[in-house]
């Protein structure tokens, strides 16, 4: 059951997202972050960093390997053949933890808002490199592992990203 007392802590140089509990670190998963670093600006590329917070969780009951777009499922299961008939998509996966920022003018608001830029911690295709940087922004997580931990959060627990 999810627990309001859980911490989500991601370390965007190890590239390692660690859930915490009251009695300390409960989950450790590797995860893939922004190729283009780290930087809170709109249409960067970069993953954000600071206080944030969950503001939406999409996908509860999806099969793993359920596509999305939009947010919304599009009714498709990733395997290699839809891969290679859509060789440049960018694969949202499983599940999607949508992130709101929580700092105003540093991750929230204007141009730099985490929320408007759509940066969710998501599934991704289990034979794509996970433990380096190589998202559009988001963090991207083994599929296994982003189902773990979308049931063990909910909605408003706090998600702070550090490098």
Known sequence: M???DHKIEIDLA???LQLHGAAGVIREYPVS???NGTGEQLDSGCTPRGRHSIAEMIGAGCAPNTVFAGRVPTGEIYDSELRREHPGRDWILTRIIWLQGEEPGFNQGGEVDTYNRYIY?????DDMQIGVPG???C????NRDVIELFDLVEEGCEVTLFA
């Open 139 to 142: 963090i991207r997580m083994r």
């Open 121 to 125: 911690i998501h599934g991704a295709p």
């Open 33 to 35: 972050t922004g190729k």
């Open 2 to 4: 999810p627990q309001s």
């Open 135 to 137: 998202s559009a922004g």
């Open 14 to 16: 190890r590239q390692v």
